[in-house]
């Protein structure tokens, strides 16, 4: 799937891109009141870029300018941004 096909609400979005922008995980307060991390990605592919969401762990070993796939994300609009974010039975690696 490409990034410029991608609509709020979706499921099961399977995406490879590249990482072009990547912030320094820091640590938020969750609407469930648990501490963790958080860290935003840029991912961009020849139709667009879109906003990749982090959470805890699954930011571990990815780096910027990496080309990545994602499998089982989904995407929500936060702020008035469409942004990606991995599913519990997500999962992103590098290709």
Known sequence: MKINELKSGMNNVD???????????REIMT???TVT???E???EDD????KLVLWGKQ???IEKN???EITGGF???????????????????SI
Do not use: H, M, W, Y
């Open 75 to 93: 995407t929500k609009e936060f702020r008035d941004e469409l942004q990606v974010g991995i599913g519990r039975n997500g999962s992103i690696k």
């Open 37 to 39: 991390t958080l860290t």
């Open 59 to 61: 930011s571990e070993g």
């Open 15 to 25: 995406i490879k891109a590249k990482i072009t922008e990547l912030t320094e995980p």
């Open 41 to 43: 990605a840029t991912l």
């Open 31 to 33: 609407k469930f009141g």
């Open 66 to 68: 990496q080309e990545v």
């Open 47 to 50: 139709s667009g870029s879109i």
